[in-house]
């Protein structure tokens, strides 16, 4: 009997200690190293990696005290990732609230359409919070780490605002832009019209590119997709200045010459025949989607007003008169 009572004793007295040393630990106040204190979580983190990040830094006591903290509140799936700034001493309980509001520093990177891959690498490689994992790298070494089976990577990049926690790698924003261009493609692949001359994601991939370069105008972007298709079917050339361009690479000096449109090169759509060998800029959903289900249209010409809008012929005289009026100022 008298055992029975100690053991009971030992208990109660054991819990009454375990819960003065967790009421100790969550409301104590944290001091910090230094002021603001900064630190980073990634996401995918679980709860015990991120207290056992906190215990290490010296930013909370005890890991445990933290987890108990979380799971008895309910809230172990609720820490946020990102980068974190405290500048004043909290308690584990006030920390717990500041890790789960979505109070974190986001940084931010905009891939923008019609950029190309070497523009996107140097926005890149220009930002102090990105870790810079590719510069040593060549294009094949980038594509094949980040899983893509394309050997060259122009156009494979979904152009959107990526938020990222400081020293991510450029690796890794580059891999989540890579897979949304790929889910955003096919997702419009599976719903294409009917009876394109596009045997392949990758070639309306190509195309949209295209067409994003040639678009001034949001509501011009499918009539455009329309009379490529058109050209496509009937085997014209694409005869497209922006596909040139991109060829001429920096040989290009802002005017493009007659002598430019009768060299050929891979990218020459004027001397050969069907799509350029790959995308030539990063292109919108828009352009994609547009690609992929051009308006109905018997236009096989279009030339640009000059005010973001284009002109459309169905003939090659009706063309040349726009082309008179518009770019060579004659009526």
Do not use: C, M
């Given at each position: 009997m008298h055992t029975l009572i100690r053991r009971l004793f030992w208990a109660i007295f054991s819990i009454i200690l375990l819960v003065g040393w967790f009421y100790l630990h969550v409301h104590s106040s944290i001091k910090l190293t230094s002021s603001p204190y900064e630190f980073s979580i990634?996401?995918?983190?679980?709860?015990?990696?991120?207290?056992?990040?906190?215990?290490?830094?010296?930013?909370?006591?005890?890991?445990?005290?933290?987890?108990?903290?979380?799971?008895?509140?309910?809230?172990?799936?609720?820490?946020?990732?990102?980068?974190?700034?405290?500048?004043?001493?909290?308690?584990?309980?006030?920390?717990?609230d500041y890790l789960t509001q979505g109070d974190a520093k986001q940084n931010a990177i905009q891939f923008i359409e019609g950029r190309t891959f070497n523009q996107l690498k140097k926005i890149l490689l220009e930002n102090p919070n990105i870790q810079?994992?590719?510069?040593?790298?060549?294009?094949?070494?980038?594509?094949?780490?980040?899983?893509?089976t394309e050997t060259v990577a122009e156009g494979l990049f979904f152009p959107d605002t990526y938020y990222f926690i400081k020293g991510d790698s450029d690796m890794h924003i580059l891999r989540r832009a890579y897979q949304a261009m790929q889910t955003h493609l096919h997702t419009a692949w599976h719903s294409r019209s009917e009876d394109l001359p596009l045997t392949t994601p990758y070639e309306a991939?190509?195309?949209?590119?295209?067409?994003?370069?040639?678009?001034?105008m949001e509501s011009d972007r499918s009539q455009i997709a329309g009379v490529f298709i058109n050209r496509l079917r009937k085997g014209m050339k694409l005869q497209t200045d922006p596909s040139i361009i991109y060829g001429l690479g920096e040989q290009f000096d802002g005017n493009l010459r007659k002598q430019d449109l009768l060299a050929d090169q891979a990218y020459n759509t004027y001397t050969r025949a069907g799509l350029p060998p790959t995308p030539i800029a990063l292109p919108?959903?828009?352009?994609?989607?547009?690609?992929?289900?051009?308006a109905e249209t018997d236009a096989l010409y279009f030339v640009a007003k000059g005010n973001g809008e284009s002109e459309f012929?169905?003939?090659l005289t009706d063309h040349n008169k726009a082309v008179n009026k518009y770019q060579k100022q004659q009526k």
């Open positions: 990634s996401p995918g983190s679980n709860l015990k990696q991120i207290s056992q990040q906190l215990e290490d830094a010296g930013v909370i006591h005890s890991k445990w005290s933290f987890i108990l903290l979380a799971r008895y509140l309910n809230r172990e799936s609720a820490i946020k990732a990102g980068d974190y700034q405290i500048t004043s001493n909290l308690t584990q309980i006030a920390l717990l810079h994992d590719t510069v040593s790298l060549t294009e094949q070494e980038i594509l094949f780490q980040i899983g893509a991939l190509i195309l949209a590119s295209i067409i994003e370069k040639e678009t001034g919108s959903l828009a352009s994609i989607r547009a690609a992929l289900n051009p012929s169905t003939n």
